[in-house]
Nanobody, 126 residues
Framework: QVQMVESGGGLVQAGGSLRLSCAVSGRTDSVRDIAWFRQAPGKERAWVAHITYNAISRRYADFTKGRFTVSRDTAQNMVFLQMNSLKPEDTAIYYC???????????????????WGQGSQVTVSS
């Protein structure tokens, strides 16, 4: 099995920054690409960013608009989401998720991801 644990969330003022971490453990050899999703109260889970297993390709949702950066340290089995210029509308629970495969698929779809973390709350105050 694979375990994914997010950390680094918290309360920050608008305009501030947070860095989320996702620690991957267990059968890490079965993990390929990794994405971040978020879910605000009363809303569906939304894709935020995606990074391939080799970190060559990174994709971002339009609403990140250059404010977020995804990275990974494969040797340490860690994935990060640096979030700058945070806005109140960024308030949500943030999840990391991993696929069992890489290549062509709908990277923004939750159904593509086999492994999920428990989430980390991010609250941005105005």
């Amino acid at each position: 099995q694979v375990q994914m644990v997010e950390s680094g969330g918290g309360l920050v003022q608008a305009g501030g920054s947070l860095r989320l971490s996702c620690a991957v453990s267990g059968r890490t050899d079965s993990v390929r690409d990794i994405a971040w999703f978020r879910q605000a109260p009363g809303k569906e889970r939304a894709w935020v960013a995606h990074i391939t297993y080799n970190a060559i390709s990174r994709r971002y949702a339009d609403f990140t608009k250059g404010r977020f950066t995804v990275s990974r340290d494969t040797a340490q089995n860690m994935v990060f989401l640096q979030m700058n210029s945070l806005k109140p509308e960024d308030t949500a629970i943030y999840y990391c998720a991993a696929t069992k495969y890489t290549g062509t698929y709908i990277y923004s779809s939750t159904s593509e991801y086999a492994y999920w973390g428990q989430g980390s709350q991010v609250t941005v105050s105005s």
